[in-house]
């Protein structure tokens, strides 16, 4: 059952859901259990990630019956990458919480409300990471659409635990954005069915056409998953959401949630006959968010509604692209992926760094954080290294991205594109700088406060952004993975 | 064949004008009596579209459950005078 | 505690927040009015398929062999659902937030529950037995006994002492769990995740359903109370005599 050689497709699903339940069992915080099957999932993903890069693709039959009657779960290089990605980002955000609500409690009578916030946090984290690695390794748009369901209902619980006023409401309204992309997704996937008598992912993918209802059914689903994923105008959600969580769950929800809709948005979009259509649709609203996102996040006052900001500007990098993907060189697909895998790492550290300041500090008003390096050295190296991946500075992983989206829309002679991107990295390092600044000030301290943070919170953070950076040193690892088709 | 085509046109309007009271509803009371109504009636429109597995789980589920919620969740915020709602700050924001 | 500078009320442009959320309502109605005007031809769907394979499945019904075998992985995951329903609705609830009002226990009340349980019981376990064949499933079922559970749960009904309180959070678990070992099991005897054929099936799907009804009654029910158990650290400031009421 578990050897080497037979498939691992199912466990990065299993392993995960099993913690979920366990952690939920416990009768006290399950910190313990909740790392343990963080490990195991994060284990069981790489693993898959090494088969597809070994042996091809994977595929497992539900209950052993074929589509079109079953359902079958594929791992091809893109889905394994998004797995191998979630395992990397997920297990240095587990590490990070275990030292994050060990350090929240200071033994006065709110600990109890901690400990529940705790308590709740492992069984949602492990259940949307389940659902997350079912949504990228799912054959299936029914499926596809109950993980969509578990993962945003995850991501609300997990935005409203802080408890915060500001973060109830933003958790609220992400519940109403997200039931409305869910719906809208769910009406597309009857088209679907109604017209191509299938609800396999890869069969409806095969049998697009300009016909009226397959039309329909795909501005549908689409429209879903832009909602879902927040590019602009659909942004208005996110930033509350993800700037006002806890700081490990602004992590995974920036750094991983709105990378399941955009991964399915790519698997639907990533045809030629459509990107030739309408592709430039999704590229001239990333545009709009490229720019949109960088000014805002330019104006705010706070660290993390910055990084948040930050979000909504980098998610339009990952749309903007499209119109790349009909490159005959077929670099378009590696550009893109490599985008939101750096984007996942670099943001992911900034949200955790950004953390870590907030709670040694007691805020993140970014003019006030002038010193904090003195404390935090670490955390604060993990902040700039992220930044840098961000605005795409060599050696990261946001170099390389970047590089091969300049490259590849030169080389198409789309030039307003190598151009935007351009424009949005000069945006980025505005700022990114901006928030570096306050960070590496030179200024003391008038007094220096007890270090309260667990050490794991800080090298968490710079274990991810290492990552960020060394993707842009080891580039041929993912891309070989991304070329299993 | 005219009575029932009567009767599902008349199933239909009917659950269209009661979604639209449900929503211009002002007192969300109301607003949930309508709203088990209309659950009731779309189960009868799922009966007619010979989906009583539907039917059943709507009319328990849709209407029965959901209704209870409501009404649960509306005596709780109601009977929250305006000095008891009091959410607590997250003490990060110190 | 000095004000950050906050992000920008919401009040300040709702307006044009509202427009993309319009435009997709229109793309829903467009899409229904065309569906309605321009049927198409209609594709025949799986229904042939099902059919082909129900010998195999091993249930007569098939909605049942379609949720419960053909596409249980769907099922197995909206169990979950469920489970993470009440999680986030606990995860919500706050001990020092207003006490809700205790409604009078009315005899109305109390009598109607005396009648009204048991046969909504029977009611359920009919129709999940019923689901084999014709109408009826786990669903349904657990949408019954939840039913059953609210009720009783309106005045704190002392019926409720019959379910021990520590077992609370086991039974909310038991289906996906139950669910979960199934699947694993199969691929212990060698077969694929959730792989089960004709003789042994039945009973299989039986106890999953089983199983399944009796979790999303619990949920159900205890997604109408709203409120976690007590755990042990904190049993010393509450009424122990309340039973399982108190997780409403």
């Known amino acids: 059952m578990i050897s080497p050689s037979s498939s691992w497709l199912i466990w990065p699903i299993i392993v995960p859901l099993l913690g979920a339940v366990l952690c939920f069992l416990a009768g006290k915080p399950p910190r313990r259990t909740g790392l343990l099957f963080a490990v195991l999932t994060g284990g069981a993903s790489l693993v898959l990630g090494w088969q597809v890069l070994a042996r091809g693709i994977e595929s497992h039959a539900l209950g052993a019956w074929r589509p079109p009657l079953g359902i079958s779960l594929r791992a091809d290089g893109a889905a394994a990458l998004m797995v191998t990605m979630t395992a990397v980002t997920g297990l240095a955000v587990s590490i990070y919480s275990g030292g994050y609500f060990q350090s929240r409690l200071t033994g006065d009578d709110r600990d109890r409300r901690r400990l529940a916030q705790e308590q709740y946090f492992w069984p949602l984290w492990l259940l949307l990471w389940g659902a997350l690695n079912g949504l990228f390794l799912s054959g299936d748009v029914f499926n596809i659409y109950i993980c969509l369901e578990l993962v945003a209902l995850s991501s609300v619980g997990l935005t409203a635990l802080s408890g915060k006023p500001p973060s109830l409401v933003a958790a609220m309204r992400y519940l109403l954005v997200s039931l409305l992309g869910s719906l809208s997704f769910l009406l597309g996937v009857g088209f679907f069915y109604k017209t191509c008598s299938t609800l396999e992912l890869a069969a409806i993918i095969g049998a697009l056409a300009p016909t009226p209802p397959m039309i329909m059914a795909l501005a549908l689903v689409s429209a879903g998953l832009l909602l879902k994923t927040a590019l602009f105008p659909f942004h208005f959600w996110l930033p509350p959401a993800h700037a006002n969580a806890l700081s490990p769950v602004s992590a995974i929800l920036s750094g991983l949630v709105i990378k399941g809709t955009w991964y399915l948005f790519y698997r639907f979009w990533q045809e030629e006959i459509l990107l030739a259509a309408v592709g430039a649709l999704p590229a001239i609203l990333g545009g709009g968010a490229i720019i949109w996102g960088a000014f805002q996040a330019f104006s705010q006052q706070r660290l993390k509604m910055l990084v948040a900001y930050s979000t909504v500007a980098q998610i339009g990098y990952l749309f903007v692209a499209f119109p790349l993907l009909a490159d005959p060189a077929g670099m378009g697909g590696p550009a893109l992926f490599y985008f939101a895998i750096s984007h996942s790492f670099a943001k992911g550290a900034m949200f955790l760094a950004a953390g870590t300041f907030l709670l040694q500090m007691g805020h993140d008003r970014i003019d006030d954080l002038a010193g904090v390096r003195q404390i935090l050295p670490v955390s604060s190296f993990a902040f700039a290294l992220g930044g840098l991946s961000l605005m795409g500075l060599p050696p990261s992983g946001g170099f390389i991205a970047k590089y091969l989206y300049v490259t590849t829309a030169i080389t198409q002679g789309r030039w307003w594109l190598a151009l935007l991107v351009v424009l949005g990295s000069g945006l980025t390092a505005a700022y990114v700088f901006r928030a570096v600044a306050a960070i590496l000030s030179p200024r003391l301290l008038e007094e220096r406060p007890q270090l309260a943070v667990a050490a794991s919170m800080q090298w968490s953070a710079l274990a991810l952004a290492l990552m960020a950076m060394l993707l842009g040193i080891v580039a041929t690892l993912p891309l070989a993975l991304l070329g299993v088709k | ?94 | 505690m000095k004000k950050g500078g906050k992000g920008r009320t919401p009040r300040d442009n709702r307006g044009w927040r509202l427009l993309p959320v319009m435009a997709l309502l229109l793309l829903f109605l467009a899409a229904l009015a065309r569906a309605y005007l321009f049927p198409g031809a209609s594709a025949a769907g799986l229904a042939a398929r099902v059919d082909a394979s129900l010998a195999a499945g091993g249930v007569g019904s098939r909605v049942t062999a379609v949720l419960l075998n053909f596409r249980a992985y769907d099922t197995l995951l909206e169990c979950f659902v469920l489970l993470l329903g009440v999680m986030v609705v606990w995860s919500l609830w706050r001990p020092d937030g207003a006490k809700s009002r205790e409604p009078a226990a009315g005899a109305i009340l109390a009598s109607l529950e005396r009648l009204l349980v048991p046969l909504m019981i029977m009611v359920g376990s009919y129709l999940l037995w019923a689901g084999s064949d014709r109408a009826g499933g786990a669903f349904q079922a657990g949408a019954i006994l939840g039913g059953a559970g609210v009720l009783l749960l309106l005045d704190s009904s002392p019926l409720l002492k019959v379910f021990p309180k520590r077992g609370l959070v086991p039974g909310l678990c038991l289906g996906p769990l139950f669910f979960l070992s199934v699947g694993i099991a199969a691929m212990a005897w060698g077969g694929n995740f959730l792989e089960y054929r004709s003789p042994e099936a039945s009973l299989i799907i039986i106890a999953l359903e089983g199983a399944a009804a009796f979790s999303i009654g619990l949920c159900l029910a205890a997604l109408f109370g709203g409120r976690p158990p007590e755990r042990q650290a904190e049993d010393g400031r509450d009424q122990p005599s309340r039973n399982q009421g108190e997780f409403r």
């Open chain 2, 1 to 94: 064949m005219t009575a029932v085509n009567a009767f599902d046109i008349l199933l239909c309007l009917t659950l269209i004008w009661l979604a639209w009271q449900v929503l211009a509803s002002r007192d969300p009371f109301r607003a949930v009596v309508l709203f088990i109504s209309f659950g009731m009636l779309m189960a009868l429109g799922w009966v007619r579209l010979q989906a009583p597995d539907l039917a059943l789980a709507e009319a328990a589920i849709g209407s029965g459950l959901t209704g209870a919620l409501f009404l649960s969740a509306l005596r709780k915020v109601t009977g929250t005078k305006k000095d008891e709602r009091r959410l607590d700050r997250d003490e990060e924001a110190q």
